[in-house]
């Protein structure tokens, strides 16, 4: 989002005190909005009693990009929508999460749905790009782990029980972090995500590959209310990964040559 010129001269003029911003002068509604938005991309949040917008460190630290920049990337153009308190358990019972679970976060946004894992006795490992959302989940203290990093970058990993997910909808985004995201399973494990709506309609080679690829694995992608994210149209999708065959004897050695590939998403 790029930055009109009397936004950031607001901005600008503002006093800086620790954590706090205080912006100076009257300022009309539709001028405020503007600013506000703006802060709000990088963190800040307006506190009514302290009569200033409130960041999670410095605030000096937290606009200077914005200034020097003179644009900022908005929630929703970085795909970023939390997910609803109700629908979070409605993602767990999904899961079939049981205590002892190793689960992984990927994109975990403010944690919403990792603190609802912990809360049910999983052991939760999150990842999320945006600093100060990741500095968030480590403050609360429930996540064993919280990686700073983009989730499409990391080497995979494939020791959890259960993936949790709303990733980023933009360009399709969706698929590729639950195609990641299902290397990162043990066998027997199960992943939900919270998906795009345009995935069941779409008939690009990447959406159909994806849907006949949940078919094959005997997963499930349903639709979701409207209401759930402000009018967008959203489906959860369930993926199993299968077991391994128990083989004993000479084809052990084939159990093991062919277990990588299915402890790291199986049909994916």
């Given at each position: 989002m790029k930055i009109e010129t009397d936004v950031l001269d607001v901005i600008r003029a503002a006093r800086c005190d620790g954590s706090a911003l205080f912006l100076s002068g009257q300022l009309t509604d539709h001028l405020y909005q503007r600013v506000n938005l703006a802060l709000s991309a990088v963190g800040g949040k307006w506190d009514r009693w302290k009569r200033a917008h409130v960041f999670p460190a410095s605030a000096a630290?937290?606009?200077?990009?914005?200034?020097?920049?003179?644009?900022?990337?908005?929630d929703a153009e970085r795909g970023y929508f939390p997910t609803p308190p109700a629908l979070?358990?409605?993602?767990?019972?999904?899961a079939d999460l049981s205590v002892g679970h190793e689960v992984?976060?990927?994109?975990?946004?403010?944690?919403?749905?990792?603190?609802?894992?912990?809360?049910?006795?999983?052991?939760?490992?999150?990842?999320?790009?945006?600093?100060?959302?990741a500095q968030s989940i480590r403050d609360k203290g429930y996540a064993r782990e919280v990686i700073t990093a983009d989730?499409?970058?990391?080497?995979?990993?494939?020791h959890y029980d259960r993936v949790v997910m709303n990733p980023p909808f933009a360009r399709q985004l969706d698929?590729?972090?639950?195609?990641?995201?299902?290397?990162?399973?043990?066998?027997?494990?199960?992943l939900v995500s919270v998906m795009f709506g345009s995935l069941t309609f779409r008939t690009n080679a990447q959406a159909l590959d994806f849907r006949s690829r949940v078919r094959e694995a005997r997963g499930t992608i349903t639709p979701l209310?409207?209401?759930?994210?402000?009018?967008?149209?959203?489906?959860?999708?369930v993926i199993p990964v299968r077991q391994l065959p128990e083989l004993v004897g000479r084809?052990?050695?084939?159990?093991q040559a062919s277990g990588q590939k299915a402890a790291q998403g199986g049909l994916f």
């Open positions: 630290d937290a606009v200077a990009g914005l200034l020097a920049e003179g644009e900022v990337a908005t979070v358990d409605e993602i767990l019972d999904l992984l976060e990927p994109s975990a946004g403010t944690g919403a749905i990792a603190e609802r894992v912990a809360d049910r006795g999983g052991v939760v490992d999150c990842v999320e790009l945006d600093p100060r959302r989730f499409l970058t990391l080497p995979v990993s494939a698929i590729q972090h639950v195609q990641r995201a299902l290397r990162w399973l043990r066998p027997g494990g199960r209310p409207d209401r759930w994210f402000r009018g967008i149209s959203t489906v959860v999708t084809r052990t050695v084939q159990v």
